[in-house]
C-alpha cells in the first residue's frame, strides 16, 4: 500500500539537510521504534546534557521544515528546553516526551 509517512519525513528532512547551516552537527537517522505507536511520525532531539525532546503525530510532508528549525533552536539553547510559544506551530502540541539529562554525566556511560 506504498511506504509509511515516517518513510516520506524522513527523505525530506534528508533533502533539506544537504542544504542545511546544522547540517554537520546532527545526524538524521531512522530509528526502528520509538513506541509511539498510535503517534505517528515521531522525531525527538537527543544530546548529552540536553533534555531529550520526543515529538508525535507530525505530518508527514509538511513537519520537515519545522523539525529543522526547532533543530536550531534546540542548538542554541543551553538545556534542550525551548518553551512551547518559542516552537514552529507544528511542534507546538504532539510533544511526547521530555526527558531529563542524565545527571551525573558519568552515570550516563554506564548503562544507568
Same mark, same amino acid.
Given at each position: 500500500?506504498?511506504?509509511?509517512?515516517?518513510?516520506?519525513? %524522513?527523505?525530506? $528532512?534528508?533533502?533539506?539537510?544537504?542544504?542545511?547551516? #546544522? &547540517?554537520?552537527? /546532527?545526524?538524521?537517522?531512522?530509528?526502528?521504534?520509538?513506541?509511539?505507536?498510535?503517534?505517528?511520525?515521531?522525531?525527538?532531539?537527543?544530546?548529552?546534557?540536553?533534555?531529550?525532546?520526543?515529538?508525535?503525530? %507530525?505530518?508527514? $510532508?509538511?513537519?520537515?521544515?519545522?523539525?529543522?528549525? #526547532? &533543530?536550531?533552536? /534546540?542548538?542554541?539553547?543551553?538545556?534542550?528546553?525551548?518553551?512551547?510559544?518559542?516552537?514552529?506551530?507544528?511542534?507546538?502540541?504532539?510533544?511526547?516526551?521530555?526527558?531529563?539529562?542524565?545527571?551525573?554525566?558519568?552515570?550516563?556511560?554506564?548503562?544507568?
Amino acid at each position: 500500500m506504498g511506504q509509511r509517512g515516517g518513510y516520506h519525513l %524522513l527523505n525530506h $528532512l534528508l533533502l533539506l539537510q544537504s542544504k542545511w547551516t #546544522l &547540517a554537520a552537527e /546532527y545526524t538524521i537517522a531512522p530509528v526502528d521504534c520509538l513506541s509511539a505507536c498510535n503517534r505517528p511520525c515521531v522525531v525527538a532531539y537527543a544530546v548529552p546534557h540536553k533534555t531529550t525532546l520526543m515529538f508525535g503525530d %507530525l505530518p508527514p $510532508l509538511q513537519s520537515a521544515i519545522a523539525i529543522l528549525q #526547532l &533543530a536550531e533552536q /534546540y542548538h542554541n539553547s543551553s538545556d534542550g528546553l525551548i518553551p512551547r510559544q518559542e516552537r514552529p506551530d507544528i511542534l507546538k502540541k504532539g510533544i511526547l516526551a521530555r526527558i531529563p539529562p542524565c545527571q551525573p554525566a558519568s552515570s550516563c556511560t554506564e548503562g544507568n
